[in-house]
């Protein structure tokens, strides 16, 4: 347990959140200490902690000026809210609050319970957490919840205005554009030629669901036992097309023998995890969808990641990520970091295959 102290790091205004959170939790015990959580690039993250060592989570934006819409604390706080206290089987950390302008921390932010586990970053943190069995278990449990994620009826838990069902691709496509011509950086021309070759190539959605939109490793909390406990990060949660989500989670998932140069989690590398091969039959065989076309999503994940950091490097040089940027982020998400991954989405899609 942390000794806390009403010093706060940037992003947080400790007495006007410690009010906030009295009025929420009765039992809290002041004073609170907060501790920023590094290793997300986007939304900030702190763990809360009370003198009694209960424990929180707080997620607001980054600090100054953000893209619009592109950092919800309202639809966030709505998608756990609608998934959890047992609606769903989908296993996300329950909410405390949401305070939704700017009146108490200067930025809308919300409060989860702090769910027990582990973050695995990289397969050093997966070695050390779990054993090969453990392993083996978190693999098999990552296909099988973002089945149920996707299994999930939008309308009877509330969600069936999230976001518009279909064209979710071309939408998406426009969208991370967009983004790209906003923070675009000279000298990475890959950009806009995979982007050009996967308007020309998009496949037919087959059908519509939640679409958690980073769906990986590292963005769940797994248990002693390999157990999947919550999974984190839904700010780019909407409708549309699941197999976008299988894409994203395949470009994370790094094997046995591969290096994970372009990406930095690399936790399904260590002995036990299954591999990519499997993961798409256990998901194949939960949900009944065709994955003969998922080099197709893979190339997309990696087009769209390369313009979603780079955005991520715009927010690290004007400082938004404030006391979070200690992870040397500006330096990790390089122009020629953001050229890489949009050379592999070439080469995916040129190959039209990814999975063994």
């Given at each position: 347990m942390t000794e806390p102290s009403t010093a706060?790091?940037?992003g947080v205004a400790p007495g006007e959140v410690t009010a906030w959170l009295s009025e929420r939790v009765p039992s809290l015990v002041p004073p609170l200490a907060f501790t920023p959580v590094v290793g997300g690039h986007?939304?900030?993250?702190?763990?809360?902690?009370?003198?009694?060592g209960t424990r929180w989570v707080l997620r607001r934006p980054p600090l100054g000026h953000v893209l619009a819409t592109a950092h919800d604390m309202g639809r966030e706080h709505r998608i756990l809210a609608a998934l959890g206290?047992?609606?769903?089987?989908?296993?996300?950390?329950?909410?405390v609050g949401l305070s939704p302008d700017d009146s108490v921390n200067g930025a809308p932010f919300y409060v989860m319970e702090f769910v027990e586990g582990e973050v695995l970053r990289n397969a050093e943190a997966a070695t050390r957490a779990l054993?090969?069995?453990?392993?083996?278990?978190?693999?098999?449990?990552?296909?099988?919840?973002?089945?149920?994620?996707?299994?999930?009826?939008?309308?009877?838990?509330?969600?069936?205005?999230?976001?518009?069902?279909?064209?979710?691709?071309?939408r998406q496509l426009r969208r991370w554009h967009r983004q790209w011509d906003a923070t675009r950086l000279d000298g990475v021309p890959e950009i806009d030629e995979v982007h050009a070759a996967?308007?020309?190539?998009?496949?037919?959605?087959?059908?519509?669901?939640?679409?958690?939109?980073?769906?990986?490793?590292?963005?769940?909390?797994?248990?002693?036992?390999?157990?999947?406990?919550?999974v984190l990060d839904w700010e780019l949660c909407t409708l549309g097309d699941?197999?976008?989500?299988?894409?994203?989670?395949?470009?994370?998932?790094v094997?046995?023998?591969?290096?994970?140069?372009?990406?930095?989690?690399?936790?399904?590398?260590?002995?036990?995890?299954?591999?990519?091969?499997?993961?798409?039959?256990r998901y194949a065989e939960?949900?009944?969808?065709?994955?003969?076309?998922?080099?197709?999503?893979?190339?997309?994940?990696?087009?769209?990641?390369?313009?979603?950091?780079?955005?991520?490097?715009d927010r690290y040089t004007a400082g938004a990520m404030g006391d979070q940027a200690g992870d040397g982020g500006a330096a990790r998400f390089s122009r020629e970091k953001l050229s890489g991954l949009a050379a592999k989405a070439r080469t995916v899609l040129e190959e039209g295959k990814f999975v063994a």
């Open positions: 706060a790091p940037a986007s939304n900030l993250t702190y763990v809360v902690e009370d003198r009694a206290d047992g609606r769903t089987p989908v296993p996300v950390p329950p909410v054993d090969v069995a453990g392993r083996r278990r978190a693999g098999e449990q990552l296909a099988d919840t973002l089945a149920a994620i996707h299994a999930v009826d939008v309308d009877a838990v509330g969600l069936g205005d999230l976001g518009r069902r279909e064209d979710y691709i071309g996967l308007v020309a190539s998009v496949p037919e959605q087959q059908g519509a669901t939640i679409v958690h939109g980073d769906f990986r490793l590292d963005n769940c909390i797994i248990g002693p036992d390999g157990s999947v406990q919550a699941p197999l976008a989500d299988v894409g994203t989670t395949l470009v994370y998932w094997e046995r023998g591969e290096t994970g140069d372009l990406l930095p989690s690399d936790g399904t590398a260590s002995e036990g995890f299954i591999d990519r091969a499997a993961f798409c039959a939960a949900t009944g969808r065709d994955l003969a076309g998922i080099a197709w999503y893979a190339a997309f994940a990696y087009w769209r990641l390369a313009c979603i950091l780079a955005g991520v490097l």
